[in-house]
């Protein structure tokens, strides 16, 4: 069901300050990188991270890339060290994206790091992408624009084909020129590691690098694919479905009624999943059981109840 008409906006001042006023306005906006195109909202706002997961269709919150116009700009948002000093200088504006641990202050929604505490940032090198994000001057969390389960879109008439009526609107730019998604580099471990092949090869960074980048160990749950989740699971016991706390423990409400957080009174969903992660790091902190209120289990709530499930899930 179509929310609103999908503006398409030309690459002039004029469409990428729509663009731009949009994002500030907590709207979602298809943009252009030289990867593929981008489906962005400000990574500041918990709602409009999530709206992102509502426009995909998709079940389960994975972290998302934080976009930004510079080396500068990135470093508002995460710890910056040599070797992302040095990838950046060699790479950056392009297809790479470099994982860092959070800095303090950093503003940026739980949603888009999962509950992590490191974050993806990447400087796009496409013209009318770097000028939107130099037009925001803030972080835009976005995944590939299409419906999930389909193709990475490359051109603005593939991104209007997925998701026309589900977004703001779509800087329209042409045809993407690398076509892949970004190659990941985790820079947050002991070694720099390749977290995901992509649009620039691992033996060019190694190249700048000097030695060989690590490799994911599947075994490790911080860095192995579809794990990245579970890593974080709260050290209490969780409950789901409950109507009320155990004797003791905390209650994670959702909906009017009594409780020590709420994920969202008014029975939001795209408030919830913007709650979720701080909400659970708070219950967290004061080392109870935590039962949690049933959350319906369709639109964002089949993304919601999956994190809940994997937070409720036995640990090794
Ligand atoms: O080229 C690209 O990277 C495109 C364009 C739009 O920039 N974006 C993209 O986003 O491919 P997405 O959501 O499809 O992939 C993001 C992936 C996640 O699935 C995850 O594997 C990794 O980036 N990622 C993001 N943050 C991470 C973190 N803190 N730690 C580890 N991996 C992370
Ligand atoms: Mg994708």
């Given at each position: 069901m179509p929310l609103h008409s999908t503006e398409i906006l030309a690459a002039t001042a004029t469409g990428i300050a729509r663009a731009a006023q949009l994002l500030r306005e907590g709207k979602l906006v298809s943009f252009p990188t030289e990867t593929v195109y981008g489906l962005g909202a400000d990574a500041r706002q918990g709602e409009a991270v999530a709206a992102i997961y509502e426009a995909k269709g998709?079940?389960?919150?994975n972290p998302l890339i934080a976009h930004v116009h510079s080396a500068e700009a990135a470093q508002r948002y995460v710890q910056w060290n040599e070797?992302?000093?040095?990838?950046?200088?060699?790479f950056w504006p392009g297809p790479l994206t470099l994982v860092l641990p959070?800095?303090?202050?950093?503003?940026?929604?739980?949603l888009v790091t999962?509950?992590?505490e490191t974050l993806g940032v990447r400087v796009p090198a496409h013209p009318a992408g770097q000028a939107l994000l130099q037009a925001?001057?803030?972080?835009?969390?976005?995944?590939?624009?299409?419906?999930?389960?389909k193709i990475s879109p490359t051109t603005a008439a593939h991104v209007q084909a997925g998701l026309d009526g589900r977004i703001a609107?779509?800087?329209?730019?042409?045809?993407?020129e690398v076509g892949l998604e970004s190659t990941i580099a985790g820079l947050a471990g002991p070694a720099p590691m390749l977290l995901r092949p992509g649009g620039l090869a691992a033996e060019e960074i190694e190249a700048v690098l000097g030695r060989k980048l690590a490799v994911r160990d599947v075994h490790d749950p911080l860095t192995a694919p579809g794990q990245l989740l579970s890593h974080y699971a709260p050290g209490a016991p969780v409950r789901l479905n409950a109507s009320a706390p155990?004797?003791?423990?905390?209650?994670?409400?959702?909906g009017p009624g009594v409780c020590d957080l709420n994920l969202s009174e008014s029975r939001d969903l795209a408030e919830a999943a913007a709650n979720l992660f701080g909400h659970l790091h708070r219950l967290d902190s004061l080392g109870k059981p935590i039962a949690v209120a049933p959350v319906p289990d369709h639109g964002l709530g089949e993304a919601i109840n999956d994190r809940l499930r994997r937070a409720a899930a036995p640990r090794d």
């Open positions: 998709r079940p389960s919150f070797t992302a000093e040095q990838l950046a200088q060699a959070l800095r303090a202050g950093h503003g940026i929604s739980p999962a509950g992590l925001l001057d803030g972080p835009v969390a976005a995944p590939s624009a299409n419906p999930s389960g609107a779509i800087l329209d730019d042409g045809a993407c155990d004797e003791g423990g905390l209650f994670l409400g959702f």
